[in-house]
């Protein structure tokens, strides 16, 4: 019965022996390429960190010394504005002159308060087109390109506060 156990054990392991040779030769001989390939991008991903590693390190800090620079500064004499004092008061002959209508006006003020055209929209209860078009009749009234030179000119001429 020993025998038989040597035996048995003795020609498993040269089968096993041979299958291994056999896959070995398959792997190398047969995938040599993908090998090599894999091989060469290890060195070259180990090369690329290390690199990365030496050429990020943190540089030595550069200390900057203060230099005091004396600025000449010009004296400004501010001449007082005249603020009327009362309540403001619209100018009705520019805007008659003007042809700008209540609709418009409202547009205008709400421009001049900050508000975007869906915010007048949603305020006056119209559509964001309707306050498209009103603010383009008023910059033609007021030969104003944008809306900061439009409310610019409205408060110029006394038509908004």
Same mark, same amino acid.
């Given at each position: 019965?020993?025998?038989?156990?040597?035996?048995?054990?003795?020609?498993?392991?040269?089968?096993?022996?041979?299958?291994?040779?056999?896959?070995?030769?398959?792997?190398?001989?047969?995938?040599?390429?993908?090998?090599?390939?894999?091989?060469?991008?290890?060195?070259?991903?180990?090369?690329?960190?290390?690199?990365?590693?030496?050429?990020?390190?943190?540089?030595?800090?550069?200390?900057?010394? #203060? !230099?005091? %620079? /004396? *600025? $000449? +500064? #010009? !004296?400004? %004499? /501010? *001449? $007082? +504005? #005249? !603020?009327? %004092?009362?309540?403001?008061?619209?100018?009705?002959?520019?805007?008659?002159?003007?042809?700008?209508?209540?609709?418009?006006?409202?547009?205008?003020?709400?421009?001049?308060?900050?508000?975007?055209?869906?915010?007048?929209?949603?305020?006056?209860?119209?559509?964001?087109?309707?306050?498209?078009?009103?603010?383009?009749?008023?910059?033609?009234?007021?030969?104003?390109?944008?809306?900061?030179?439009?409310?610019?000119?409205?408060?110029?001429?006394?038509?908004?506060?």
């Amino acid at each position: 019965m020993k025998k038989t156990v040597l035996l048995y054990g003795l020609v498993g392991g040269v089968l096993i022996a041979g299958l291994r040779l056999v896959e070995y030769r398959f792997l190398v001989l047969e995938h040599s390429l993908e090998i090599y390939g894999g091989i060469v991008a290890a060195l070259f991903a180990a090369l690329g960190l290390w690199l990365g590693r030496k050429l990020t390190r943190p540089r030595e800090t550069v200390v900057v010394r #203060e !230099v005091p %620079v /004396e *600025v $000449p +500064v #010009e !004296v400004r %004499v /501010e *001449v $007082p +504005v #005249e !603020v009327p %004092v009362g309540p403001f008061e619209r100018n009705a002959t520019r805007l008659a002159s003007l042809g700008i209508t209540p609709r418009e006006l409202d547009i205008l003020e709400a421009m001049a308060a900050g508000h975007s055209n869906r915010e007048i929209a949603e305020r006056l209860f119209v559509s964001e087109n309707t306050v498209k078009t009103h603010a383009a009749r008023l910059f033609d009234k007021l030969d104003a390109k944008r809306r900061t030179q439009a409310v610019q000119l409205a408060k110029e001429a006394g038509l908004i506060p």
